[in-house]
């Protein structure tokens, strides 16, 4: 996909699962089982996540707090989605209540208030966990993730991070444990070995089934480019950032 398509951002459309059930809405990892007319829910919510952690880094407040703004934003969107049911006929199969960053709307950018450093610093893996407690808390018919995205190069305080290198793949595999994430929209340098590939997707499902949680990859090799030299990708839901060095 990345030889076949420009600056390799095919891959953008498509990503490896593992235990991820059906009817999740966050795409590319959505599936369907069945026939009907099924529909779910996600919420662009690292806005929520950004307004508490601005007023609250004191871990137990900082969780109640979370909490409690998601739930009311949820319920909010739970209703609504309950009422298009019952008109349309169609089944709500619930709503994945991660709150998912994209461009400005940034989980990084959130996580950095609570923690007062850059992401990937001492305190980001405690802001995952209270993030991925408060979701599952969510009064709501839950479906997905349920957990903490980390998209590298749809967030553009992560993708401003990963060039600087205060966080890697490593990481990620780390924050994935306590959270439900993977490996999402990370660059990879373009001559990256398909050995390479499988070693980090067995990584990823070997997290997923170790604690029965469902994780994601999406890796994005880019042609042409090695580690140290930026991407080039002209898709507006992406930001561009400097590929790291694959161990």
């Known amino acids: 996909m990345a030889a076949r398509s420009p600056h390799g951002r ?9 235990m991820v059930k ?5 795409y590319p990892g959505a599936y369907h089982l069945g026939t009907g007319h ?27 707090q979370l ?38 709307v940034s989980i990084g950018r959130a996580i950095e208030s609570f923690t007062g450093g850059p992401f990937g610093s001492s305190g980001t893996m405690t802001a995952a966990a209270i993030i991925t407690r408060a979701v599952q808390a969510a009064p709501v018919k839950r479906v997905g993730y349920s957990g ?13 991070r990963w060039a600087e290198g205060t966080y890697n793949i490593d990481s990620l595999l780390a924050y994935s444990a306590v959270c439900a994430g993977g490996l999402d929209t990370v660059p ?48 507006p839901r992406m930001a561009n950032t400097t590929i790291q060095a694959l161990r």
């Open 22 to 26: 059906p009817y999740g809405p966050f």
């Open 148 to 160: 903490l995205m980390v998209p590298v190069l749809e967030d553009n305080v992560l993708a401003r």
């Open 188 to 235: 990879l340098p373009g001559d990256v070995s398909e050995e390479q590939v499988a070693r980090i997707l067995g990584d990823v499902a070997t997290l997923a089934y170790k604690w029965q949680k469902p994780l994601a990859a999406r890796l994005l090799p880019v042609p042409g480019r090695k580690a140290g030299d930026r991407t080039e990708f002209d898709d």
């Open 67 to 104: 909490s409690a703004a998601l739930g009311r934003h949820l319920r909010d969107a739970e209703n609504v989605a309950v009422a298009i049911a019952g008109k349309s006929g169609r089944t709500y199969a619930g709503i994945d209540p991660t709150p998912a960053p994209l461009g400005d």
């Open 38 to 64: 099924t529909f779910a829910v996600g919420l662009e919510g690292a806005g929520v996540v950004a307004g508490i952690f601005a007023q609250y880094r004191e871990p137990r407040e900082a969780e109640k």
């Open 10 to 18: 095919g891959n953008l459309n498509f990503a490896v699962t593992a």
